[in-house]
C-alpha cells in the first residue's frame, strides 16, 4: 500500500469553484480545480490504492494525472507502507510583541517626522510608508533616513515625485549614506534616467504615471503575495489594517489616510492617545472569511484587504463594513476578472466616494 504524505507548510485555500494550494516554505501559489481538493483529503485517510479501487478507470487516470501534479509542484512525497503520518501541524498563529507595524505619513515637509522619533519608538513601529506631493531633496532623503538611524524601525520606503537633480550620482549617495530606507519610488518620471550597475541597499523604482494616495486599495493578482507572515496575519486578522497606523496631509490620524474616520490630529494628540481611542482598531480582526464575496474567494489569505473603498453593500449589526472590496474585479462564482469600475453593481458606491471627495 502506498500513501501520499502532504508537507504541512502547503495551505489550501477552497473557493466557490477553485482551490489555490500555497507552499508557504518557497512562497509560491498555483490555481487547481475543486476536485484536487477532495483528492488531498481522501488522500489524508486513505491508501492510494483504496482510492483507486473508488473509481472506474476514467476516473483512475484523473487521480493519477493529480498525484503526478502533487509529486511534480513537490506538495508531498509517497511512501510504501502507513507509518505515524501526523506531521506536527504548522502554526497558524500570529503573534508580533509591537503594538504598531506600519506608520504611513502623507508629509508637507520632514519636520513632523522628527516629532514623531519618540513615538515610533514606543510603539516599536516597524516600517514607515512616507508620501510626498513635493519633491525631496538629497539632503531631505537622507535626513529622514539619519531621524530614525538608531530607531527600531527596520525599514522606510519612500514615495515622492521625481525631479532632475535625480541621476546616478544622487542614487549613489543616497545608498553610501542610509541605512533605513529600503524602497523608493518616484513617480512622474518621463523615462528611466540612468541604468543602474551597483547593487544598491534599497530597491529603486521610477514610475511614469502620477502616483496619487487615493489610487490605493486595487487588487490585482500582481498584488498577491504568498509569504508565511503576510498569510498568517491575513488567517487571522485584517491584511491592510492590522496594527497600522495613519497621519494624512492635514495631521488627521486614522487607520487608513484613506478613512473617514479621524481620531484626533498630531497637532493636539499623540499616536498613543489615538490608538487607545474607542474603535480605532475596529476593523483589525476582521479577515477575509467574513467579508462579503472574499469569504468564497480562493485568493482570500493572499490578497490585500481594503476598508476605505468597498461596495458598501454589507454591515453586521455593529455596523462593521463587511462589503467586498470596491476595486476588486474579480468574481469568486464564475473565476472570471472584469474592469471593477465598469461593473454596473458598483456605481452606486462609485458615485457615494466621487461626493465624498466634493465635499
Ligand atoms: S474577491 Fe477580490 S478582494 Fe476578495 S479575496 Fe478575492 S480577489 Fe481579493
Ligand atoms: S484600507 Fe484600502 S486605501 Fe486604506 S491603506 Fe488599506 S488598501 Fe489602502
Known amino acids: 500500500m502506498r500513501y501520499f504524505n502532504l508537507f504541512s507548510t502547503i495551505l489550501i485555500t477552497k473557493g466557490a469553484h477553485r482551490i489555490l494550494v500555497s507552499d508557504l516554505q518557497r512562497n509560491t501559489s498555483e490555481l487547481f480545480p475543486l476536485e484536487f481538493y477532495d483528492l488531498i483529503e481522501e488522500l489524508k485517510k486513505n491508501s492510494i490504492e483504496e482510492i483507486l479501487e473508488m473509481y472506474d478507470q476514467e476516473s483512475q487516470n484523473i487521480v493519477q494525472e493529480y498525484l503526478e501534479i502533487l509529486l511534480e509542484y513537490e506538495y508531498g512525497f509517497i511512501t510504501e507502507n502507513d507509518w505515524d503520518r501526523n506531521f506536527p501541524a504548522l502554526s497558524y498563529k500570529y503573534s508580533e510583541p509591537n503594538r504598531i507595524n506600519n506608520l504611513f505619513i502623507e508629509i508637507a515637509d520632514i519636520s513632523l517626522l522628527k516629532r514623531l522619533k519618540n513615538a515610533v519608538e514606543d510603539l516599536e513601529i516597524r516600517h514607515l510608508v512616507i508620501y510626498s506631493k513635493n519633491l525631496l531633496t538629497l539632503e531631505e532623503l537622507i535626513s529622514i ?215
Open 145 to 359: 533616513d539619519h531621524i530614525f538611524t538608531s530607531s527600531v524601525l527596520s525599514g522606510i520606503e519612500i514615495i515622492s515625485p521625481f525631479h532632475k537633480e535625480i541621476d546616478q550620482s544622487f542614487i549613489q549617495n543616497l545608498n553610501d549614506v542610509t541605512e533605513r530606507i529600503y524602497s523608493l519610488i518616484f513617480y512622474e518620471c518621463p523615462h528611466k534616467p540612468f541604468k543602474s550597475k551597483d547593487e544598491l541597499k534599497f530597491s529603486l523604482s521610477f514610475v511614469k504615471e502620477s502616483i496619487k494616495i487615493s489610487s490605493c486599495g486595487k487588487v490585482d493578482m500582481k498584488y498577491f503575495n504568498t509569504n508565511l507572515p503576510k498569510v498568517l496575519e491575513a488567517l487571522n486578522y485584517n491584511s491592510c489594517l492590522h496594527k497600522k497606523i495613519s497621519i494624512d496631509i492635514e495631521g488627521n490620524i486614522k487607520n487608513c489616510p484613506l478613512m473617514t474616520e479621524s481620531f484626533g490630529n498630531i497637532q493636539n494628540i499623540s499616536l498613543e492617545e489615538a490608538l487607545n481611542q474607542p474603535g480605532f482598531n475596529k476593523y483589525w480582526n476582521l479577515t477575509k472569511d467574513s467579508i462579503e464575496g472574499c469569504k468564497d474567494c480562493e485568493f482570500r489569505y493572499i490578497c490585500t484587504d481594503c476598508r476605505a473603498y468597498t461596495e458598501r453593500s454589507h454591515y453586521t449589526p455593529e455596523n462593521l463594513d463587511i462589503s467586498k472590496p470596491l476595486k476588486c474585479g474579480y468574481d469568486p462564482y464564475t473565476n472570471e476578472w472584469k474592469e471593477w469600475s465598469k461593473n454596473p453593481l458598483k456605481q452606486k458606491a462609485i458615485k457615494q466616494y466621487e461626493l465624498q471627495k466634493l465635499k
